[in-house]
């Protein structure tokens, strides 16, 4: 057990988890506040909780470089910080969520469903052009028969796709490395 727990006492992972913990709650805060102005808050209006991922990832860069790292910062750790957040809080939002639509409002989910069907026939005749018949069809069903527990590998999923490029980013602009390493101190 304790070799378990010296596992997991690493000050990146630490930083990481409580970052992602908190990532994953004020997404389901944004979520119940959709939800609180009559907005339908799965699908596109969702969206927008993905600056919540940036500005946390962002926030534990910064706090890992400054507190941990003395003012230094690998890219490799960064890039761990960035995935990890990102990956946490998408997975703590997706359980949150998928919690609300099965025991809280089951409605929110079945309004959803409608919305994309919705959405789906409006734009039928492109997506027939572009697709064909048979697949609209097959698509248009695989939607009707989607079950509440898809929200949380689609919150991940959506999330990891989403995130890669602005980890990056936000991993280059928090790097600072000692590069003392590789000058002649003779």
């Known amino acids: 057990m304790k070799s378990i727990i010296a596992y997991f006492n690493k ?3 630490k930083v990481s988890l409580v970052f992602g913990m908190m990532t994953g709650v004020l997404v389901f805060i944004f979520f119940i ?33 400054k507190n941990v790292g003395d003012g230094f ?3 490799w750790e960064a890039l761990t910080i960035g995935y990890v957040v990102n990956t946490i809080g998408a997975l703590i939002a997706g359980w949150l969520i998928y919690f609300f639509v099965t025991y809280g409002d089951p ?13 789906m026939l409006q734009g039928k005749a492109e997506l027939v052009k572009n697709i064909g018949e048979a697949e609209f069809a097959k698509m248009y069903n695989g939607v ?43």
């Not at 102005?37 to 919540?52: A, E, R, S």
């Not at 409605?107 to 959405?119: H, P, R």
């Open 11 to 13: 000050p990146l992972l």
């Open 107 to 119: 409605a929110v989910f079945t309004n959803y469903i409608a919305q994309m069907k919705t959405l």
């Open 73 to 75: 910062l690998h890219l």
């Open 33 to 65: 506040g959709l939800y609180l102005i009559d907005i339908v808050p799965l699908g596109n209006n969702k969206i927008l909780d993905f600056g919540i991922h940036i500005i946390f990832i962002a926030g534990a860069c910064w706090y890992y470089r």
């Open 144 to 186: 009707g028969n989607m079950k509440r527990s898809e929200i949380i590998m689609d919150e991940v999923s959506k999330k990891t796709v989403m995130a890669i490029i602005p980890i990056l980013v936000i991993s280059l602009i928090f790097r600072k490395q000692d590069y003392g390493v590789f000058h002649n101190k003779s």
